[in-house]
């Protein structure tokens, strides 16, 4: 399955996810009920991956990680804030490049609209 086809699967599920909830809750509730959700699909879908850290060839173990990684190809970055901060999407693009992939979704379930929370990220293209 291509990056932009999980991605819409993701948007669509965290959208019923977020209307069905609601703003308010904290981020690692967000994370798990879209997990759950995501897995019921059939996706994969690994939580609090351990992102790899690699630098002058040496794998350093230094504690970041990716709130989800779907079918080992979309990175999901999980929010539940009044307002992303620049450090938000710096962080989402860093994930990418260390990571190797394409596309990463920037999701902020703390807000009225959703359309306002989702964002979308590339690396490379």
Do not use: C, W
């Not at 977020?18 to 939580?47: C, M, P, T, W």
């Not at 190809?73 to 394409?102: F, G």
């Amino acid at each position: 399955m291509h990056e932009n086809e999980i991605a819409k699967i993701v948007v669509n599920t965290a959208y019923n996810l977020h209307k069905q909830i609601g703003a308010g809750l904290v981020e690692s509730a967000y994370e798990n009920a879209l997990a759950f959700d995501l897995r019921g699909k059939g996706l994969k879908v690994a939580q609090q991956f351990s992102m790899p850290f690699i630098y002058i060839d040496v794998k350093l173990d230094v504690g970041d990680r990716l709130d989800l990684l779907v079918e080992d190809k979309l990175i999901v970055e999980i929010k539940s804030v009044d307002l992303l901060a620049p450090v938000h999407y710096a962080q989402t693009l860093t994930y990418l490049r260390l990571a190797n992939l394409k596309l990463g979704l920037l999701i902020n379930f703390n807000t009225k609209f959703f359309k306002n929370g989702i964002h979308r990220l590339v690396n490379g293209l």
